[in-house]
């Protein structure tokens, strides 16, 4: 059976970033995976165009909202293409097919009698596109999920008949119970079914930006809630309302990929939808972690947002990929650090991987001009045996989404080889004459890079492809060297420039500096940016976070005491910043940082290895005075 593997599709309110490279190299990796164990998959992304964030981004860039779109939407495409991302599908809610289904889909429910006409009052999240009641929300007005400020809103709506999929929604997840992973995730989703469902509000009125009801509904002061129509995404491209496009089987074996925040769209909503149109449900919902910057959520207003085209273009696409892959178990959340990225490549990839290809190919044509042949490996049975129950292990870790362990296991052969090659020293063995062992040596690494290359494919395309191509082998080498772990007997080897060149350090200081300058602004601009002097009363860290200090800072009479969050514990110990006095932005919009309001932000310089310093203030300054 085909599988079907889809990204979330991404809001066109901003451009990509890291976290957006991240779950699309996830989904990439999982149809490499499947492609190389000889499965048909399909991969689907695309872009979320409607609702009224987007329109608030256009009219704030002062374009047409379909300008706008089209021009994020594009650059989504072109980054994936330029990543050589296997997808399939782009799709994009603006598309006429798309538009098609969400309206059948919504005629479909109606006619199920899943939907009906109320009135909605609560509060509603603009940046995430979700409705809160007064109970969810924090602090009275605040989005919990991303810490913005809500809107109220009153007004008529449809509704989708959600409690009535309750209990088939329980006994689902019941009867297959490894659907959502990390387990831990599928628990918290029970919990919240557990907790009772509302019905949700489908429909918006009050702009235009959306798909409107179908034409039987007779009512055109609605149109679609973005996430009924976003979600549909992943089935119209099929031909669902459209039988020309005819590809609905490929939903028989879905599996989703997702953001942690966007779990609950997915594992509750999506399948109840799918139930009220009489449809196959997920097979998998993977839910990733986020990344964050200096244990900080990433946000274009702080400025501090990873962009994947720079670091591939900094460090390579495949470094990048190894290093999102390799760095987080997936589901966790973990920070974006060059260092660790380089350090990652420069071990893991030059000095492990790369070195190993170099050093095969070096002494193979010193030895053999590039021919190497054996065929009895007895000197070395313990180490293939070690190699092929880590290679035996390894299809757990994909099927269980660890890919992390994925790669430290895969680690282990080349380390393997790595290690063989001290240990028996071929540069000796020549010199005594022992010519068939060196050969057997060399033999035995060059399979170990056989299958470790085969095995990367899903991770580093390109360079595994690289290896393949110096080796000589192929993906029709899989059945006899993965499947029935056989070894090659002859390799006709093609020496290839190194794979992984370390990475220098001026490369990256020069690389922060240029990203780091920002647009030049007015002193107009300037002005509304208010910074004063603050003395530390207390600096506490943040549980669960291994960067975040909350600090709680005096800014004298007339403004009092501020609670800000700070990205600084890894260079500051709490009780050695007391009383220092800070220079603090205190007219920033208070956001929440892990579900810890913050009333600012405290200015820090930050050098090319990502070193923070605190900027103080060393005079007796009164608390309060301004800085600017
Ligand atoms: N449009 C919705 C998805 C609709 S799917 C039917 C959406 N879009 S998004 O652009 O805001 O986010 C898309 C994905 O990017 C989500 O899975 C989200 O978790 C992920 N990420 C956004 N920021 C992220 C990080 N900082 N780190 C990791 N992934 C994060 O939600």
Redesign the pocket.
């Known amino acids: 059976m085909t599988k079907y593997v889809t ?5 066109v309110n ?1 451009v990509p ?4 490279a ?2 699309t190299i996830l989904c990439d990796m999982f149809k490499r995976y499947q492609v190389l164990k000889g499965n048909e998959c399909v991969l689907l992304t695309g872009t ?1 165009e409607h609702g009224q964030k987007i329109e608030n981004s256009a009219k704030l860039k002062q374009k047409s909202t379909q300008e706008y779109a089209d021009e994020i939407s594009f650059k989504f495409q072109n980054l994936w293409n330029n990543f050589g991302i296997a997808y399939d599908y782009f799709v994009r809610t603006t598309d006429k097919y798309h538009d098609i289904g969400v309206k059948y889909a919504f005629e479909e429910m109606y006619r199920n009698g899943d939907i009906y006409k109320g009135h909605y009052e609560g509060n509603y999240c603009i940046s995430c ?1 979700t409705f809160f009641t007064k109970r969810q929300l924090v602090d009275e007005f605040f989005c919990p999920d991303c810490g913005k400020e809500t809107t109220p809103l009153k007004e008529e709506s449809y509704f989708f008949r959600l409690s009535k999929y309750e209990n088939k929604l329980l006994e689902w997840y019941k009867e297959n119970p490894n659907i959502i992973l990390p387990l831990h995730k599928k628990n918290e989703i029970i919990k919240f079914i557990e907790g009772g469902l509302s019905d949700l509000s489908i429909t918006r009125s009050g702009f235009k930006w959306g798909i409107s009801l179908p034409p039987f509904v007779n009512d055109d002061k609605h149109i679609i809630y ?2 009924l129509d ?2 549909l ?2 089935i119209t491209p099929l031909g669902f309302g459209n039988d020309n496009l005819n590809k609905m089987y490929f939903f028989n074996d879905a599996t989703h ?6 779990l609950r ?2 594992a509750i909503y999506w399948p109840a939808f799918l139930m009220s149109l009489n449809l196959p449900l997920p097979k998998k919902i993977y839910a ?5 910057r200096d244990g900080a ?2 946000s274009k207003s702080v400025g501090n947002v990873i962009n994947p085209e720079e670091i591939a273009n900094t460090y390579g696409l495949e470094n990048m990929r190894y290093f999102l892959i390799r760095e987080v178990p997936f589901g966790q959340d973990g920070d974006f650090s060059r260092k660790a990225l380089i350090e990652r490549s420069n071990s893991e990839l030059s000095d492990t991987l790369g070195n190993l290809l170099s050093r095969l190919l070096g002494m193979g044509e010193k030895y053999f001009n590039l021919t190497i042949e054996s065929n009895n490996f007895d000197y070395l049975k313990n180490e293939i045996d070690e190699v092929a129950i880590i290679i035996e292990s390894l299809e757990y870790y994909m099927e269980n989404m660890m890919p992390n362990r994925y790669l430290e296991e895969l680690w282990k052969i080349f380390n393997i080889a790595n290690l063989s090659i001290t240990k028996y020293a071929p540069w000796d063995m020549m010199k005594e004459q022992k010519v068939d062992d060196v050969a057997t040596l060399l033999v035995f690494v060059a399979n170990i890079l056989a299958k470790g290359s085969l095995l990367l494919y899903p991770i580093l395309p390109n360079s595994s492809k690289e290896i393949m191509k110096s080796l000589g082998v192929d993906f029709s080498h899989y059945n006899k060297i993965i499947l029935d772990n056989e070894l090659i007997n002859t390799f006709k080897l093609t020496k290839i420039p190194p794979l992984f060149p370390k990475i220098e350090k001026p490369a990256i200081e020069t690389n922060i500096n240029k990203i780091n300058l920002k647009d030049e602004i007015n002193i107009k601009q300037f002005d509304k940016i208010d910074i004063r002097v603050g003395k530390i009363l207390e600096a506490k860290r943040i549980e669960k976070s291994n960067n975040l200090l909350v600090l709680n800072i005096d800014f004298g009479e007339s403004i009092g005491t501020r609670q800000i969050v700070s990205g600084i514990a890894n260079f500051y110990k709490p009780e050695n910043i007391n009383g220092v006095l800070a220079c603090a932005i205190i007219n920033l919009k208070p956001s929440k940082i892990m579900g810890v309001l913050s009333q600012g932000m405290i200015l820090t310089t930050e050098d090319s290895k990502g070193n923070l310093s605190l900027l103080s203030v060393y005079s007796n300054t009164e608390l309060g005075s301004k800085i600017g």
Do not use: Q, R
Request: proline share 3%; aromatic share 26%.
């Open positions: 990204t979330p599709i991404y809001y901003d970033h890291i976290g957006h991240y779950t979320d596109e973005v996430w976003a979600l995404s992943y990929f997702v953001g942690k925040d966007i769209f997915h990733h972690g986020w990344w964050t959520k990433m």
